[in-house]
């Protein structure tokens, strides 16, 4: 070898004894680990560490009790909505959210919410006397008392698109009853809907390794595999579907009760459980397809769900229900400035245009004859609710004949461009309303 080629090996040499060192340190490091931290030793004998988790075990169990004491302390009456349980413990927190009016969206105070792993409770601050005010306390000062306390895997969260009025907006619901609450800023709305989320599905998770485990300690009293497999299918098949509506994950959540119709016949415990959910399932589907902010497509999406669960009817009624609210909220808009003739323009274009885009929206959705006469039915109703808005505004005394003429041509003449063209004849109707 060169002399180049011994000091590049020597060099190489000194590096790898350094290295040796480093792991030899780390080595030692690690075996007096468990010593530091008060546990013991992995490679000792197994019922040292069996001892050490059913202590851990134990340990965690007293906490959990501690924990939810201080919340029943904290909180006047949560100890009625939320018992201490084994293994019930609070997940996260968090205090100043809105409760809003659920009509008029106004704030109605102040709520604090409490994450458990099985329920969110909903608490608020009482209000102090006055005369607790007048020596200078504060409302927000009250001790807080449970008012709200909902079953995770009952409840559905919706998140609210912000508008230009009101912003972090988020609801609640249970059974028939709806909460709305908003928070101060949308990174707290973003924190609060995660957790919900997270600790949902963390609940179905945990509730479905229970029963796999109960399935296990009772499988030698079951007569055969095949009742085992069904009950554990069951139950999957019924968490799945329970996040899926939570989630609002509706082709998942379709695709699930479609499932569970075609093993209905083959599974009784099936039927128990598959009418329930179902119905949670067309309920919120519904309530999604009532909202008058829907698009298009997204109406044309929620009702084939609802045509796939056999809410046919359902899906119609709603659906021209919410095109009728959009049309009269239209309506009230339009400004009265004087000119009749610029009124009923007005009116009749947006009527019309209403119609036109109503029969659009229903025509790609529905296919079927009857759907199409319920349409008709519902067309003649803003036909004739068109026709009394312009019988109050052009006959009256003060308004002159040739202006009740132009009405008329506006009428006709807009009927003709946004109906007729488009296959849709309503002047049969107004020969005989105006």
Same mark, same amino acid.
């Given at each position: 070898y060169s002399y180049a080629e011994f000091v590049q090996i020597s060099k190489e040499i000194s590096t790898l004894e350094n290295e040796m060192l480093e792991l030899k340190e780390s080595l030692s490091e690690y075996k007096s680990m468990p010593s530091l931290l008060h546990i013991p030793d992995p490679s000792t004998n197994g019922s040292t560490m069996s001892t050490f988790r059913r202590s851990s075990v134990a340990d965690l169990r007293i906490m959990y009790f501690n924990q939810m004491q201080a919340l029943h302390a904290q909180i006047e009456g949560s100890a009625k909505f939320a018992p201490t349980t084994p293994g019930r413990h609070v997940v996260n927190e968090m205090d100043g959210v809105a409760a809003l009016n659920a009509a008029t969206y106004k704030v109605v105070g102040? !709520?604090? %919410?409490?994450? &458990?792993?099985? $329920? /969110? $409770? !909903?608490?608020?601050?009482?209000?102090?006397?006055?005369?607790?005010?007048?020596?200078?306390?504060?409302?927000?000062?009250?001790?807080? !008392?449970?008012?709200?306390?909902?079953?995770?895997?009952?409840?559905?969260?919706?998140?609210t698109k912000d508008s230009p009025t009101m912003t972090n907006v988020f609801k609640i619901r249970h059974g028939k009853e709806t909460n709305v609450y908003r928070t101060d800023t949308p990174a707290d709305k973003k924190a609060l809907l995660s957790q919900f989320r997270q600790v949902a599905e963390e609940l179905a998770d945990k509730r479905r390794k229970e029963r796999e485990g109960?399935?296990?300690?009772?499988? *030698?009293?079951?007569?055969?595999?095949? !009742?085992?497999?069904?009950?554990r299918w069951v139950g999957e098949w019924a968490d799945e579907l329970t996040v899926a509506i939570a989630l609002r994950e509706w082709e998942k959540a379709v695709t699930l009760v479609e499932q569970g119709k075609a093993k209905s016949s083959m599974m009784p415990s099936l039927a128990t459980k598959l009418?329930?959910?179902?119905?949670?399932?067309?309920?919120?589907? $519904?309530?999604?397809?009532?909202?008058?902010?829907?698009?298009? *497509?997204?109406?044309?999406?929620?009702?084939?769900?609802?045509?796939?669960?056999?809410?046919g009817p359902a899906a119609r009624s709603t659906f021209l229900n919410m095109r009728t609210q959009v049309l009269r909220s239209l309506v009230r808009k339009i400004p009265f400035e004087g000119h009749v003739g610029a009124y009923v323009g007005d009116l009749a274009v947006v009527t %019309?245009?209403?119609?036109?885009?109503? =029969?659009?929206? %229903? &025509?790609?959705?529905?296919?079927?004859?009857?759907? =199409?006469?319920? %349409?008709?039915?519902? =067309?003649?109703? +803003?036909?004739?609710?068109?026709?009394?808005?312009?019988?109050? +505004? /052009?006959?009256?005394?003060?308004?002159?004949?040739?202006? /009740?003429?132009?009405?008329?041509?506006?009428?006709?003449? +807009?009927?003709?461009? $946004? &109906? +007729?063209?488009y296959g849709l004849d309503f002047r049969f109707l107004f020969d005989d309303l105006l």
């Open positions: 102040k !709520v604090k %919410f409490v994450i &458990l792993d099985d $329920l /969110v $409770l !909903v608490a608020r601050r009482r209000r102090r006397t006055a005369a607790a005010e007048t020596r200078g306390g504060s409302i927000s000062e009250g001790k807080l !008392v449970a008012e709200k306390c909902w079953p995770l895997n009952e409840m559905m969260v919706l998140d109960e399935h296990e300690r009772r499988k *030698s009293m079951w007569t055969g595999a095949d !009742v085992q497999r069904d009950g009418p329930i959910l179902s119905s949670q399932l067309t309920s919120a589907l $519904l309530q999604s397809l009532s909202m008058p902010s829907n698009r298009k *497509s997204t109406v044309i999406a929620l009702i084939s769900w609802l045509l796939r669960l056999e809410a %019309f245009t209403a119609i036109k885009h109503t =029969a659009d929206w %229903f &025509l790609a959705s529905f296919k079927d004859n009857e759907a =199409a006469s319920a %349409f008709i039915e519902w =067309a003649r109703h +803003q036909i004739e609710g068109y026709a009394e808005a312009f019988r109050k +505004q /052009v006959y009256s005394p003060d308004v002159e004949r040739k202006v /009740v003429d132009e009405c008329m041509t506006i009428t006709y003449s +807009q009927s003709r461009k $946004l &109906l +007729q063209e």
